[in-house]
């Protein structure tokens, strides 16, 4: 039986908050057709109000379609680039992203211990649209055995649940045991996102260490749908950077990603791109 109280949220449309501008960094991978990564981020960051650094961790070849070619970038640099920016910004919330192999990840961890220590937010980044995989075994055990420990929120689909788990997940209840056994790697709280989850709503299933809430939504039939986890973890950065509590930032990132999947254009001939900048 698992413990700790229960609530269940209905989430409404909303325009994200704005107002005196923070920084927020993101740590991520390159998307050349600017859906998911690196770009997606940044465009949430700025639809936000926070101004958005970044750490580019590796460059993809990529469009609507598939994912052609991935190089990382070397670990000097990309500890370079934190390292840079953070010497220079007052960087008030972090969130990592692809980070492709054992070197980076491991790179990673060992430049955010010399950060001042706001909130982390890490989007396990693990397979694209088509099932490729974007990060390796053994970086996969590092941010499970690292990584995590330090982060205030992880932020998993259902396939990267089952990942870090190492459980199916058939239902809530499932969802449930799945944030126990990965909050058991020391993160702090974890949101399983309901878009690959079976049902007539989304349901994003929070648990903030014993309590666990359902932020529902509409499920929406689109396929603008390229940079969903990215665009959602990187919204609840923007608000931690904004000073929001974790259950306000679940909840606004999910409206601001359901309205950006809504109002997204038909572009390229895939899984396109949502529209970061629908309330502009």
Same mark, same amino acid.
């Given at each position: 039986m698992l413990l700790g109280s229960d609530r269940r949220t209905r989430v409404l449309a909303a325009e994200p908050r704005v107002?005196?501008?923070?920084?927020?960094?993101?740590?991520?991978?390159?998307?050349?057709?600017?859906?998911?990564?690196?770009?997606?981020?940044?465009k949430t960051?700025?639809?936000?109000?926070?101004?958005?650094?970044?750490?580019?961790?590796?460059?993809?070849?990529q469009n609507t379609m598939d994912v052609v070619a991935i190089e990382a970038i070397g670990g000097r640099l990309v500890t370079a680039q934190i390292e840079a920016v953070a010497a220079d910004?007052?960087?008030?919330?972090?969130?990592?992203?692809?980070?492709?192999?054992?070197?980076i990840v491991n790179t990673v961890c060992n430049a955010l211990e010399v950060v001042a220590d706001p909130p982390l937010v890490?989007?396990?980044?693990?397979? !694209?649209?088509?099932?490729?995989?974007? +990060?390796? $075994?053994?970086? *996969?055990?590092?941010? @499970?055995?690292?990584?995590?420990q330090r982060a205030r929120l992880v932020t998993p689909n259902k396939l990267e649940a089952e990942f870090l788990a190492e459980m199916s997940i058939a239902s809530l209840k499932d969802a449930r045991q799945a944030t126990e056994k990965i909050r058991s790697y020391g993160v702090a709280a974890v949101v399983i996102t309901g878009g690959h989850l079976?049902?007539?709503?989304?349901?994003?299933?929070?648990?903030?260490?014993?309590?666990?809430?359902?932020?529902?939504?509409?499920?929406?039939k689109s396929?603008?749908?390229?940079?969903?986890g990215c665009t959602f973890a990187a919204a609840v950065v923007? !608000?931690?950077?904004?000073?929001?509590? +974790?259950? $306000?930032?679940? *909840?606004?990132?999910? @409206?601001?990603?359901?309205?950006?999947?809504?109002h997204a254009e038909p572009l390229g001939h895939g899984y396109g791109p949502l529209n970061h900048f629908w309330g502009k």
């Open positions: 107002g005196v501008m923070p920084t927020a960094l993101t740590i991520a991978g390159s998307d050349s057709g600017g859906g998911a990564g690196i770009q997606a981020d940044l960051f700025a639809a936000h109000g926070v101004h958005g650094v970044c750490a580019v961790t590796a460059v993809t070849a910004f007052d960087v008030r919330a972090i969130k990592t992203g692809m980070l492709l192999n054992r070197e890490i989007d396990p980044v693990m397979f !694209a649209t088509n099932g490729n995989r974007l +990060l390796d $075994e053994d970086a *996969a055990m590092l941010i @499970r055995t690292r990584l995590l079976a049902g007539s709503e989304s349901i994003d299933l929070l648990n903030d260490g014993g309590t666990f809430t359902e932020f529902c939504g509409p499920r929406l396929k603008s749908t390229h940079g969903t923007a !608000a931690l950077a904004r000073e929001q509590s +974790l259950s $306000e930032a679940v *909840a606004g990132a999910k @409206r601001y990603t359901e309205c950006a999947i809504r």
